[in-house]
C-alpha cells in the first residue's frame, strides 16, 4: 500500500520533527481568519461583546488544542 506522507513523518515521531512539517503559510492564513473571526464578534452590535469575544476565544483554544491532540 503506497501512502501519501513522507517516511519520515511516520519514523520521527519528535516534537521538533513535526514542526518542521508544518507549512507556515497555511498556519498564518489559519491563525488570520482566526483573528478576524474574533474582531468581527467584538465589532458586531451587541449588548454584551465581551461575553461573546471571549466565549469566541474560548473555543478557538478548546478547538486547537483539540487538533493539536489529535495530530
Known amino acids: 500500500m503506497v501512502g ?4 519520515r513523518a511516520t ?3 519528535s516534537i521538533f520533527a513535526r514542526l518542521r512539517m508544518i ?3 497555511l498556519l498564518v492564513a489559519t491563525l488570520g481568519l482566526c ?3 474574533v474582531l468581527a464578534v467584538a465589532v458586531a452590535g ?3 461583546r465581551q461575553f461573546y469575544v471571549s466565549n ?3 473555543g478557538l483554544i478548546v478547538g486547537g ?6 495530530t
Open 23 to 25: 507549512d507556515p503559510v
Open 4 to 7: 501519501l506522507g513522507t517516511k
Open 65 to 70: 488544542l483539540t487538533a493539536a491532540a489529535l
Open 46 to 48: 451587541a449588548e454584551d
Open 11 to 13: 519514523t520521527d515521531a
Open 56 to 58: 469566541q476565544v474560548v
Open 35 to 37: 483573528g478576524f473571526g
